[in-house]
T-cell receptor, first 111, second 115 residues
Framework: TQLLEQSPQFLSIQEGENLTVYCNSSSVFSSLQWYRQEPGEGPVLLVTVVTGGEVKKLKRLTFQFGDARKDSSLHITAAQPGDTGLYLC???????????FGTGTSLTVIP | NAGVTQTPKFQVLKTGQSMTLQCAQDMNHEYMSWYRQDPGMGLRLIHYSVGAGITDQGEVPNGYNVSRSTTEDFPLRLLSAAPSQTSVYFC??????????????FGSGTQLSVL
């Protein structure tokens, strides 16, 4: 059983469309991160959110941490082919040294 | 600036063979970890270390062994390879002794096939 569930698992959209990826858990996290991974490479950090309700923007990407710190979302506006990749959420529980990753969302943006 | 270096990039093993996946970082990071990535399951933590001489188990430790004799190196050993260990393995490190809010730096991965 995965601690963090992402939806959808696969997403294929046309260039210029908007999309939202969700990351959900029944556990509370002290912080939550989003990574993007390209084929043949390791994940690269996009953003860290630490406060419940926090919203961060990174150009066309908007990240939100749920008020209860159990879930997060990633919204992309006007998607571009360069956004194609695997998006992973990752959470650090309040105690312990483990860092849990979500199941991943594979995004394809078609030109 | 090398960051996190993993070797080898690709490896094919026969069932029952043993091998060591190498991981080295040059950022003086205290926290190092090993993950395996399987389709539809994201990344699952195998073992992690919060400093030299200290290691602990993650979500899926069975069949794997680690040691941390130096800050720089964190090798992962497969004791007796099984087909279920076919996966892509990633090593990651971060500053500080815990992952909370810390940025994880990943290597480029090792693709392992066990026949």
């Amino acid at each position: 059983t995965q601690l963090l569930e992402q939806s959808p698992q696969f997403l294929s959209i046309q260039e210029g469309e908007n999309l939202t990826v969700y990351c959900n858990s029944s556990s509370v996290f002290s912080s939550l991160q989003w990574y993007r991974q390209e084929p043949g490479e390791g994940p690269v950090l996009l953003v860290t959110v630490v406060t419940g309700g926090e919203v961060k923007k990174l150009k066309r990407l908007t990240f939100q941490f749920g008020d209860a710190r159990k879930d997060s979302s990633l919204h992309i506006t006007a998607a571009q082919p360069g956004d194609t990749g695997l998006y992973l959420c990752a959470g650090a529980p309040r105690t312990g040294n483990q860092f849990y990753f979500g199941t991943g969302t594979s995004l394809t943006v078609i030109p | 600036n090398a960051g996190v270096t993993q070797t080898p990039k690709f490896q094919v093993l026969k069932t029952g063979q043993s091998m060591t996946l190498q991981c080295a970082q040059d950022m003086n990071h205290e926290y190092m970890s090993w993950y395996r990535q399987d389709p539809g399951m994201g990344l699952r933590l195998i073992h992690y270390s919060v400093g030299a001489g200290i290691t602990d188990q993650g979500e899926v430790p069975n069949g794997y062994n680690v040691s941390r004799s130096t800050t720089e190196d964190f090798p992962l050993r497969l004791l007796s390879a099984a087909p279920s260990q076919t996966s892509v393995y990633f090593c990651a490190s971060s500053q500080g002794t815990g992952p909370w809010g810390e940025k994880l730096f990943f290597g480029s991965g090792t693709q392992l096939s066990v026949l």
